[in-house]
């Protein structure tokens, strides 16, 4: 009878934990499926900025917050009472599907690292704050309803938001229009209340609030809810600092943000998990991989790029393994299991904002990466490998005097690297002093302060100082909101303006080659010869639309009599183009250039019809694509503004993504349409002419063949199509059918 008792009881508590277990993983799914369906409606309103994504975190953490914050304000009523209300609240927010983004339109002067976050704030923030509570809430009830150590499911819910991050790329995106996504998610929403209902109804009666309950276990002092917050504030801000620095640094490819987003969401479903060894592991070699990281922070990514963003996933992971490892460590009593993903929220809100709004505000460089990764140098408390290392540094005087002197000599080796002592640069004098810095922080470990000392040595020795000294000169570094500028100056006297890892403008600072156009604006391209035939088409005043300033090379087509105007989305762009001292294209070309800033798409529709003869596309932002420049509503707007006899040109070099079934599917809309293959010559890359890929559209045939036809020794070809490729729309697109190998221009 006791047997059959206890098989009873096993299997109650089973059922118990799988109902939770389904409740809590719905939640989490939908809570991150919504995420990128969400940035995915924005495209039409603000384009594909890498910064753009971090804005929208910077939403959904706080509104994560709330929802904590309000699982553990429900933990004051009885088990029925947070029912009721939780419900109520559920159909309250049901109020506002299906869901989607609201109809504010920013105002011209609208500054978008506060007008993007309110407009998802007002748009999905109470079906957000709802779902985000699911988590927290569902475990406290858990508890309640008799379920032993509520905490692994919490690697559950992690799970369920992995699984929705990734879905959404690789099935939702490919399959479904945004409106059908919009959709199926409210029914997704209108299930997992159904779920919570049925948890709710199956509660025990006359379970007491947590407030009316005796306190059997003391709460937790107030270091270790500190020790919470910062344990949860560095994987945050490591998160939206890799994913920043991986598409501005090292790989501007598409979609590569959700990589970190899914890394840090796995990482707690191995570090809450029951099965504690592979967490320890990981934590082992967490300071390994992080010195790794360290070694590669500032160095050239475009060697090997692949390898540096695999290398900064990597430690990503690892170190929020770590991290969340310790919290977990650090979990109380669940009596106080709300109050420790409040925490845990806080934290994360913290780290988002030290991303998304003061590192932009104060750095004109990604230095929020290498600053987290010294505070995850001192949070993971590197353990002694070697009995030495335990010996070294347990305590007295002489590991006080070994610290200080391993901190001197650290700095020293970082001044030698950086070719303080020496006058140069010598390779072989900086990696020879970072190999000695390594071996320093292998003999720290166990030591805090020595080891974190020798991650920032290691970095500042290996182009950090570098980097800093160029924040130092005025005009060289720039940060906005849509992305990090330099502008480096060669020895063969050229001027580059460098957006991340990608040019975007060369200049030669030799007097008489000043005005000369260079990179993909080389005299054979695409965009070149457009330029040359438009007299012909056109006549003496043609009119001429350019999207995307960049360091303002266009400017050097300009013609006597001819209207031109720029249309750039970035205030900065214009401020370093418009700068004689940086570049002088614009000031020698075209001084009064007329530049208006904001959305092209917005702006050009904002703009009477027939305004432009010649209008071209040249906006992407290293090779990320603003989808919403390339849809069919895009190119509605294109045909508008330009003349019934008008040319669109459209740039789409792109080491990433093969463009022409996109452009061939928008061609069939009525366009014709030819190609411009340019390949620069041995003797041309020595001018700095690049490689390049232009597309010719206009309605009228006629126009395309005199194009075509103007230079005979330049040759144009048909668009490369794919059967049943379907045209992108605001409502349907995705890249993944159009990625390519990548390919490093040689």
């Given at each position: 009878?006791?047997?059959?008792?206890?098989?009873?009881?096993?299997?109650?508590?089973?059922?118990?934990?799988?109902?939770?277990?389904?409740?809590?993983?719905?939640?989490?799914?939908?809570?991150?499926?919504?995420?990128?369906?969400?940035?995915?409606?924005?495209?039409?309103?603000?384009?594909?900025?890498?910064?753009?994504?971090?804005?929208?975190?910077?939403?959904?953490?706080?509104?994560?917050?709330?929802?904590?914050?309000?699982?553990?304000?429900?933990?004051?009523?009885?088990?029925?009472?947070?029912?009721?209300?939780?419900?109520?609240?559920?159909?309250?927010?049901?109020?506002?599907?299906?869901?989607?983004?609201?109809?504010?339109?920013?105002?011209?002067?609208?500054?978008?690292?506060?007008?993007?976050?309110?407009?998802?704030?007002?748009?999905?923030?109470?079906?957000?704050?709802?779902?985000?509570?699911?988590?927290?809430?569902?475990?406290?009830?858990?508890?309640?309803?008799?379920?032993?150590?509520?905490?692994?499911?919490?690697?559950?819910?992690?799970?369920?938001?992995?699984?929705?991050?990734?879905?959404?790329?690789?099935?939702?995106?490919?399959?479904?229009?945004?409106?059908?996504?919009?959709?199926?998610?409210?029914?997704?929403?209108?299930?997992?209340?159904?779920?919570?209902?049925?948890?709710?109804?199956?509660?025990?009666?006359?379970?007491?609030?947590?407030?009316?309950?005796?306190?059997?276990?003391?709460?937790?002092?107030?270091?270790?809810?500190?020790?919470?917050?910062?344990?949860?504030?560095?994987?945050?801000?490591?998160?939206?600092?890799?994913?920043?620095?991986?598409?501005?640094?090292?790989?501007?490819?598409?979609?590569?943000?959700?990589?970190?987003?899914?890394?840090?969401?796995?990482?707690?479903?191995?570090?809450?998990?029951?099965?504690?060894?592979?967490?320890?592991?990981?934590?082992?070699?967490?300071?390994?991989?992080?010195?790794?990281?360290?070694?590669?922070?500032?160095?050239?990514?475009?060697?090997?790029?692949?390898?540096?963003?695999?290398?900064?996933?990597?430690?990503?992971?690892?170190?929020?393994?770590?991290?969340?490892?310790?919290?977990?460590?650090?979990?109380?009593?669940?009596?106080?299991?709300?109050?420790?993903?409040?925490?845990m929220s806080v934290g994360g809100v913290l780290?988002?904002?030290?991303?998304?709004?003061?590192?932009?505000?104060?750095?004109?460089?990604?230095?929020?990466?290498?600053?987290?990764?010294?505070?995850?140098?001192?949070?993971?408390?590197?353990?002694?490998?070697?009995?030495?290392?335990?010996?070294?540094?347990?305590?007295?005087?002489?590991?006080?005097?070994?610290?200080?002197?391993?901190?001197?000599?650290?700095?020293?080796?970082?001044?030698?690297?950086?070719?303080?002592?020496?006058?140069?640069?010598?390779?072989?004098?900086?990696?020879?002093?970072?190999?000695?810095?390594?071996?320093?922080?292998?003999?720290?470990?166990?030591?805090?302060?020595?080891?974190?000392?020798?991650?920032?040595?290691?970095?500042?020795g290996l182009n950090g100082w570098e980097k800093?000294?160029?924040?130092?000169?005025?005009?060289?570094?720039?940060?906005?909101?849509?992305?990090?500028?330099?502008?480096?100056?060669?020895?063969?006297?050229?001027?580059?303006?460098?957006?991340?890892?990608?040019?975007?403008?060369?200049?030669?600072?030799?007097?008489?080659?000043?005005?000369?156009?260079?990179?993909?604006?080389?005299?054979?391209?695409?965009?070149?010869?457009?330029?040359?035939?438009?007299?012909?088409?056109?006549?003496?005043?043609?009119?001429?639309?350019?999207?995307?300033?960049?360091?303002?090379?266009?400017?050097?087509?300009?013609?006597?009599?001819?209207?031109?105007?720029?249309?750039?989305?970035?205030?900065?762009?214009?401020?370093?183009?418009?700068?004689?001292?940086?570049?002088?294209?614009?000031?020698?070309?075209?001084?009064?250039?007329?530049?208006?800033?904001?959305?092209?798409?917005?702006?050009?529709?904002?703009?009477?019809?027939?305004?432009?003869?010649?209008?071209?596309?040249?906006?992407?932002?290293?090779?990320?694509?603003?989808?919403?420049?390339?849809?069919?509503?895009?190119?509605?707007?294109?045909?508008?503004?330009?003349?019934?006899?008008?040319?669109?040109?459209?740039?789409?070099?792109?080491?990433?993504?093969?463009?022409?079934?996109?452009?061939?599917?928008?061609?069939?809309?009525?366009?014709?349409?030819?190609?411009?293959?340019?390949?620069?010559?041995?003797?041309?890359?020595?001018?700095?002419?690049s490689p390049s890929l232009w597309v010719a559209?206009?309605?009228?045939?006629?126009?395309?063949?005199?194009?075509?036809?103007?230079?005979?020794?330049?040759?144009?070809?048909?668009?490369?199509?794919?059967?049943?490729?379907?045209?992108?729309?605001?409502?349907?697109?995705?890249?993944?059918?159009?990625?390519?190998?990548?390919?490093?221009?040689?």
């Amino acid at each position: 009878m006791t047997q059959v008792a206890s098989a009873v009881a096993e299997g109650s508590a089973r059922t118990l934990r799988i109902r939770f277990i389904a409740t809590i993983c719905a939640g989490s799914f939908l809570l991150f499926l919504v995420q990128p369906m969400v940035a995915r409606m924005t495209l039409p309103r603000l384009g594909g900025a890498p910064t753009v994504w971090n804005s929208a975190m910077l939403v959904y953490q706080p509104l994560l917050l709330g929802g904590y914050a309000y699982a553990h304000w429900l933990g004051r009523f009885s088990g029925r009472a947070q029912a009721g209300i939780h419900l109520a609240l559920f159909l309250a927010a049901a109020l506002t599907l299906p869901v989607g983004l609201n109809g504010i339109i920013p105002s011209s002067g609208a500054d978008p690292i506060f007008w993007v976050p309110y407009l998802l704030l007002t748009s999905i923030g109470p079906l957000f704050f709802v779902v985000a509570a699911q988590a927290p809430l569902m475990q406290r009830w858990f508890a309640l309803s008799g379920g032993e150590d509520p905490y692994p499911l919490y690697a559950a819910s992690n799970f369920g938001s992995f699984a929705g991050l990734l879905a959404y790329p690789l099935i939702v995106e490919p399959l479904l229009p945004v409106a059908d996504q919009s959709l199926l998610w409210s029914g997704g929403y209108l299930a997992l209340m159904a779920l919570v209902a049925i948890s709710a109804f199956l509660m025990p009666k006359g379970i007491p609030s947590a407030s009316a309950s005796r306190h059997e276990t003391a709460a937790p002092e107030r270091a270790t809810t500190l020790r919470w917050i910062l344990l949860a504030a560095v994987p945050s801000g490591l998160m939206l600092s890799t994913s920043l620095h991986l598409t501005t640094d090292i790989v501007a490819m598409p979609l590569l943000w959700v990589l970190p987003l899914g890394l840090y969401l796995l990482s707690f479903s191995v570090a809450f998990a029951n099965n504690r060894r592979p967490a320890e592991l990981l934590t082992r070699a967490a300071p390994f991989i992080l010195l790794m990281a360290a070694f590669c922070a500032f160095l050239d990514s475009t060697q090997f790029p692949f390898f540096y963003a695999a290398l900064a996933l990597l430690n990503l992971f690892v170190a929020s393994v770590a991290l969340h490892g310790e919290m977990f460590a650090l979990r109380p009593h669940p009596e106080h299991l709300t109050r420790f993903y409040l925490a845990m929220s806080v934290g994360g809100v913290l780290g988002g904002i030290f991303c998304a709004l003061i590192a932009p505000l104060v750095f004109d460089w990604t230095y929020e990466h290498p600053i987290l990764l010294v505070a995850t140098a001192i949070l993971i408390a590197p353990r002694p490998i070697f009995g030495l290392n335990a010996r070294l540094w347990d305590g007295g005087n002489r590991a006080a005097t070994l610290t200080r002197w391993g901190l001197l000599g650290v700095f020293l080796l970082s001044l030698l690297g950086a070719g303080a002592f020496t006058g140069g640069d010598a390779q072989f004098l900086q990696f020879g002093a970072a190999f000695v810095v390594l071996g320093i922080a292998l003999a720290g470990l166990g030591n805090t302060m020595l080891f974190a000392g020798a991650v920032a040595g290691l970095m500042l020795g290996l182009n950090g100082w570098e980097k800093i000294q160029m924040s130092r000169e005025p005009g060289m570094m720039t940060r906005s909101y849509f992305g990090v500028y330099s502008v480096r100056t060669s020895d063969t006297k050229l001027r580059y303006l460098v957006h991340g890892t990608t040019v975007h403008g060369i200049q030669n600072l030799t007097p008489a080659l000043q005005t000369q156009p260079t990179s993909y604006y080389a005299p054979r391209s695409g965009i070149a010869l457009a330029m040359a035939a438009a007299p012909a088409l056109y006549g003496p005043a043609a009119r001429i639309d350019i999207v995307g300033l960049g360091a303002g090379t266009l400017a050097c087509y300009a013609k006597p009599g001819q209207r031109w105007k720029f249309y750039e989305i970035d205030p900065a762009i214009e401020a370093i183009a418009s700068d004689a001292k940086r570049f002088t294209f614009l000031s020698k070309c075209l001084p009064h250039a007329d530049v208006a800033i904001g959305d092209a798409r917005l702006t050009l529709a904002a703009e009477p019809a027939n305004t432009a003869d010649i209008l071209a596309i040249d906006a992407f932002s290293s090779d990320a694509v603003p989808m919403h420049l390339l849809t069919q509503e895009a190119f509605a707007t294109y045909r508008r503004h330009i003349a019934p006899n008008g040319l669109l040109m459209v740039h789409i070099s792109n080491r990433f993504l093969d463009l022409e079934p996109v452009l061939a599917a928008a061609a069939a809309q009525g366009w014709a349409s030819a190609a411009r293959d340019y390949n620069a010559t041995v003797e041309e890359r020595k001018l700095n002419y690049s490689p390049s890929l232009w597309v010719a559209f206009s309605p009228s045939q006629v126009v395309l063949d005199q194009l075509v036809r103007a230079d005979p020794a330049e040759s144009w070809r048909a668009l490369g199509g794919r059967a049943h490729f379907r045209p992108w729309t605001d409502d349907h697109a995705s890249i993944l059918s159009i990625l390519k190998p990548y390919k490093r221009d040689k």
